[in-house]
């Protein structure tokens, strides 16, 4: 099945800067990747996606980039705010396989320092 | 239009005890979902359903039960209640398969098994 690895665990940044995670996956027919943010006492929540068709998508000051030949993906976020603080998991699946088809990182516990 | 709403928000088991999880969604989905997230694990299928009379497991459905007997609703069951079972749980439901739409969670239960 499926493995994604998500790095780092825990990523402290200040505000206003930049914040990168990654994440590697081990099954190359996966071709759609989600993110979820999770904050404190919610429910993970659907922040951007990508599909294998594209190389890079972007909505405001998130970005997520895939590069399908070294199997691995990452969310860039820019100008770093306070609200970025969560826990932030990423996702992969493969067309075909089925609703238990989809599956997460371990996530990552985004800090803004003010 | 309340989304995914789960009951209890928490919850204190001893040992071998039984309870129900509930979890109800207004949205007309007919892909439902449970998952638990441990710390550092990131979310873990337990158990799904593509609609009503249709359930299956997932990835550790081992302890649990689920029914679903309407488009709404879909109980989580847990029947010998054990340490390991100590977890927050989410339920989900989508428009589509997990893998390729997204996906909406309820706020989660805090489950503690002493």
């Known amino acids: 099945g499926e493995n994604v690895e998500q790095h780092p665990s825990t990523l402290s940044v200040q505000e206003g800067d930049s914040a990168v995670i990654k994440c590697t996956y081990s099954?190359?027919?996966?071709?759609?990747f989600p993110w979820y943010k999770q904050e404190l006492g919610k429910g993970p929540q659907l922040i951007i996606d990508?599909?294998?068709?594209?190389g890079e998508k972007k909505d405001q000051r998130i970005a997520v980039t895939l590069n399908k030949t070294a199997k691995h993906f990452s969310l860039h976020i820019t100008e770093t705010q306070p609200e970025d603080s969560a826990v932030y998991f990423c996702?992969?699946?493969?067309?075909?396989?089925?609703?238990?088809?989809?599956?997460f990182g371990k996530g990552t516990h985004l800090i803004i320092q003010p | 239009n309340a989304g995914v709403t789960q009951t209890p928000k928490f919850r204190i088991l001893k040992i071998g005890q039984s309870m129900t999880l509930q979890c109800t969604q207004d949205?007309?989905?007919?892909?439902m979902y449970w998952y638990r997230q441990d710390p550092g694990m990131g979310l873990k299928l337990i158990y799904y359903?593509?609609?009503?009379?249709?359930?299956d497991k997932g990835e550790v459905p081992n302890g649990y039960n689920v029914s679903r007997s309407t488009t709404e609703d879909f109980p989580l069951r847990l029947e010998l209640a054990a340490p390991s079972q100590t977890s927050v749980y989410f339920c989900?439901?989508?428009?589509?398969?997990?893998?390729?739409?997204?996906?909406?969670f309820g706020e989660g239960s805090r489950l503690t098994v002493l």
């Open positions: 949205m007309n989905h007919n892909y």
């Open positions: 989900a439901s989508s428009y589509s398969e997990g893998h390729t739409g997204e996906l909406f």
């Open positions: 990508i599909r294998s068709n594209v």
């Open positions: 099954d190359s027919a996966s071709n759609y």
């Open positions: 359903s593509v609609g009503a009379g249709i359930t």
């Open positions: 996702a992969a699946s493969w067309l075909g396989g089925g609703a238990d088809g989809l599956t």
